[in-house]
């Protein structure tokens, strides 16, 4: 193998290893809620808020109570 080969094939390498560590590596945190009417989005049931006014962080719907969602 050549240089050119090697550098190549150590950079795919590292390519390939910082992608599944920025999508697989991080560690999901999930915040306990408070007493009181939760709030859910229709179509990503996991985003939830407290607030009534919230919209969805990944779609921009309105949340509606969580007990309004039919499962």
């Excluded at 709030?39 to 006014?53: G, L």
């Amino acid at each position: 193998m050549d240089t050119t080969q090697i550098l190549v094939t150590v950079a795919g390498a590292a390519l390939i290893a910082g992608n599944l560590w920025f999508f697989f590596g991080k560690k999901a945190t999930i915040k306990p809620v408070a007493k009181g009417a939760l709030y859910a989005c229709p179509m990503h049931p996991w985003i939830t808020s407290n607030d009534p006014t919230a919209d969805c962080s990944i779609c921009g719907m309105k949340l509606v109570r969580s007990d309004e969602i039919s499962t």
